[in-house]
T-cell receptor, first 115, second 117 residues
Framework: NAGVMQNPRHLVRRRGQEARLRCSPM?????VYWYRQLPEEGLKFMVY????????ESGMPKERFSAEFPKEGPSILRIQQVVRGDSAAYFC?????????????FGEGSRLTVL | AQKVTQAQTEISVVEKEDVTLDCVYE???????LFWYKQPPSGELVFLIR??????QNEISGRYSWNFQKSTSSFNFTITASQVVDSAVYFC??????????????FGTGTLLAVQP
């Protein structure tokens, strides 16, 4: 049973470039969450998606950040025109179709470094 | 608003000592979940425990134990006979209800535990 798969594990970008982070949830999971961990800080919720729908994006920065979870394929977190402050670890988590069970499975994270 | 406070930023102990990591939470929900995660130096998040708000029984798993007290809104984590491999950042987290269909988590800022040999 594959867990939540994130890639790339490490990504280096120069300021102004785009970063795309991918997340494949566990098999049978249709709920995906993205969290960001800035250096020396805890994880902060960014966005919650179900297949083809954004349910809660209250933690997403207003500009440059977007997320999608298409019918087919992984969830993508896209950061346009990256800045140094975007350097962080981005964690994806998935949960099954049941509601509010507290079952949340995290990937190993994607570490973005902006030069 | 929901909030998780881990007042201990860093703790250093010597191997074989017992150590307790504190977690205090705030929520208006009647149903919620509390979690502890471990983040070793390699960076991944390791799930340790999930506790339902209706279950106040303490839990023990090997050298780990958890003390959930609703009266004080605390969910403390104790490691008995600590080992060097326990060195990590430990996060406490609270699930936030949102339309009854979410597992959105609110994390504390973490406690860095350093176990010295």
């Amino acid at each position: 049973n594959a867990g939540v798969m994130q890639n790339p594990r490490h990504l280096v970008r120069r300021r102004g470039q785009e970063a795309r982070l991918r997340c494949s949830p566990m098999k049978g999971h249709s709920h995906v969450y993205w969290y960001r961990q800035l250096p020396e800080e805890g994880l902060k919720f960014m966005v919650y998606l179900q297949k083809e729908n954004i349910i809660d994006e209250s933690g997403m920065p207003k500009e440059r950040f977007s997320a999608e979870f298409p019918k087919e394929g992984p969830s993508i977190l896209r950061i346009q025109q990256v800045v140094r402050g975007d350097s962080a670890a981005y964690f994806c988590a998935s949960s099954p179709r049941t509601v509010n069970t507290g079952e949340l499975f995290f990937g190993e994270g994607s570490r973005l470094t902006v030069l | 608003a929901q909030k998780v406070t881990q007042a201990q930023t860093e703790i250093s102990v010597v191997e074989k000592e017992d150590v307790t990591l504190d977690c205090v939470y705030e929520t208006r929900d009647t149903t919620y979940y509390l979690f502890w995660y471990k983040q070793p130096p390699s960076g991944e998040l390791v799930f340790l425990i999930r506790r339902n708000s209706f279950d106040e029984q303490n839990e023990i798993s090997g050298r780990y134990s958890w003390n959930f007290q609703k009266s004080t809104s605390s969910f403390n984590f104790t490691i008995t006979a600590s080992q060097v491999v326990d060195s990590a950042v430990y996060f406490c987290a609270l699930s936030e209800a949102f339309g009854g269909a979410t597992n959105k988590l609110i994390f504390g800022t973490g406690t860095l535990l350093a176990v010295q040999p």
